[in-house]
Structures are given as C-alpha cells and as structure tokens.
T-cell receptor
Framework: AQSVTQPDIHITVSEGASLELRCNYS??????LFWYVQSPGQGLQLLLK??????LVQGIKGFEAEFKRSQSSFNLRKPSVHWSDAAEYFC????????????FGTGTRLQVTL | DAGVIQSPRHEVTEMGQEVTLRCKPI?????LFWYRQTMMRGLELLIY????????DSGMPEDRFSAKMPNASFSTLKIQPSEPRDSAVYFC?????????????FGSGTQLSVL
C-alpha cells in the first residue's frame, strides 16, 4: 500500500528565508508525486507534480521539488519565502495509470514571520 | 471557468438528521472525487466516479454514507443519519483524464458540524 509521511507538522520561517518541506513516500514502484497547498478556508491547489523524467520539477509560485528515489523523498523547496506563502502544504502519492486514489500526507503548516 | 462548486459552504445539523452535500465539477471533467478532511485522519478519499459511474467506494466509512452522480455536472454525498464523528470538511474534486492522477481541481469544501 502506498503511504506518505510529512514529518514536520508545523514550520515557521522568516520572510525572505529559504524553505524546505519534507516528504517521504512508500510505494513499490515509481510513483506519481504531488505537492498541494491549502490556504485557510480554501480547497487544495496543485503546486507541482512528478511523473517521470527530470527529477527536479518546477511548480507555481516559485516552488520546486526534487524526487530522490534512493531516499524515497520528494521535498518541496523555495529559495525565498513570501508572507503570502503561509498555508498548509500536502504531499501526495498516486499509482501510475490506475485509479486516481491519491494518498495524502497529514500536511505541514507553514507560518511566515515578518 | 468557475471551478468546482460545492454547496453549502457550512452546514450545522443535529445528530440523526440527514445531510446532503452537493458538488458541481468543472465542465468537461470526467472524474469526480469526494474527500473528507479531519485533524485526526487528514485527507481521505471516500469515493470517486468516472463518467458518472462509481469506480471505487472503498473509502466510504459505512452504510450511512452514500454518493450519487446522476449526470456529468452534479454529484451528491449524503449522510443518513448523521453522527457527531462525521464532523469534518468534505471536499469535492474533479479531473479530466480517466484513471489518471494528473491534476485534481478542488472545491472550497463544505464544513460540516454535527451536534
């Protein structure tokens, strides 16, 4: 069964500082990997996704993530955080070419201090 | 495009009452998903439809929950009777490709409180 672990429940960074949110997955083959962001009172919005190819993927809002098969990780990064990035971030894993049963991590809440 | 539209945004009801949540997917999308979000369990997939047909309902917690998709532009999630432990945010999402994980578009959710 596929699973996702986001070890950090809550992270606080200063505006302008760099950010890395951790995500580890468990899946028997090469998975589809996603990062979603949820602002308060809103649904989830896709930031980026990895299906195959280049292991460093670029997303919206200046985010990027790197797929590392050896570490079963798909960490999300941003070089310089803006106050508007404060939100909850979810990593998700899915099985290629099968039903869209995404398994989400429990999320990491990002707080940005000015 | 208006995106995925869910109604109501908030629902407060008493235990034992029937609750119906509604969803209008993005026009042209052929897959629809119902998720439930709680602090304890995070985001859980309850059921998903492809071309209006339920494909996998293994995430539906129990028989009190039912979902329908009578046409491509409308789906309901019904809880009867409701219980306090059903309190959660229920999200509807839609996507375009069949059986694909490519991109889910989420609605803003329905915050359900069962007293």
């Amino acid at each position: 069964a596929q699973s996702v672990t986001q070890p950090d429940i809550h992270i606080t960074v200063s505006e302008g500082a760099s950010l890395e949110l951790r995500c580890n997955y468990s899946y028997g083959a090469t998975p589809y990997l996603f990062w979603y962001v949820q602002s308060p009172g809103q649904g989830l919005q896709l930031l980026l996704k990895y299906f195959s190819g280049d292991t460093l993927v670029q997303g919206i809002k200046g985010f990027e993530a790197e797929f590392k098969r050896s570490q079963s990780s798909f960490n999300l990064r941003k070089p310089s955080v803006h106050w508007s990035d404060a939100a909850e971030y979810f990593c998700a894993v899915g099985a290629p070419l099968t039903a869209s049963k995404l398994t989400f991590g429990t999320g990491t809440r990002l707080q940005v201090t000015l | 495009d208006a995106g995925v539209i869910q109604s109501p945004r908030h629902e407060v009801t008493e235990m034992g009452q029937e609750v119906t949540l509604r969803c209008k997917p993005i026009s042209g999308h052929n897959s629809l998903f119902w998720y439930r979000q709680t602090m304890m369990r995070g985001l859980e997939l309850l059921i998903y439809f492809n071309n209006n047909v339920p494909i996998d309902d293994s995430g539906m917690p129990e028989d009190r929950f039912s979902a329908k998709m009578p046409n491509a532009s409308f789906s309901t999630l019904k809880i009867q009777p409701s219980e306090p432990r059903d309190s959660a945010v229920y999200f509807c999402a839609s996507s375009l490709k069949t059986g694909s994980n490519e991109k889910l578009f989420f609605g803003s959710g329905t915050q359900l409180s069962v007293l």
